[in-house]
């Protein structure tokens, strides 16, 4: 029986990235023209910093989660500079996933 949990927990796959931009994105008050205000607000990539464990301040983890948010992205086939663009064009967490699930 144990085996067979631990099977299962290694065969779960991590959150698309639109996933987590729906469920992870709802801690969160969207903010432009940057990753972070400091407290609850991130962009959508913030969010996906957030998912990797950035607490949303500038510090010297923030290097570290935006490159684990790039990998992400990267091998999902998005662009970061897309999704960049899209929430500072006033598209919602929701509508942005919606954009990467038609990609």
Known sequence: M????????EH????????????????FT????????GQ???CALGVVM???GWNGKDD??????LLAATKA???AGVS???????????FTFDEIADYIDCL
């Open 60 to 65: 010297s983890q923030a290097a570290g989660k």
């Open 2 to 9: 144990g085996q067979n949990l631990i099977l299962k927990q």
């Open 80 to 90: 970061q500079c897309s999704i960049i663009e899209l929430n500072d064009s006033g």
């Open 40 to 42: 609850d607000g991130r």
């Open 12 to 27: 779960k796959q991590q959150p698309t990235i639109s996933e987590i931009l729906r469920a992870y994105g709802k801690k």
């Open 30 to 37: 969207q903010v432009q023209d940057r990753y972070s205000n």
């Open 73 to 75: 992205l990267r091998e």
């Open 50 to 52: 957030s998912y990797f």
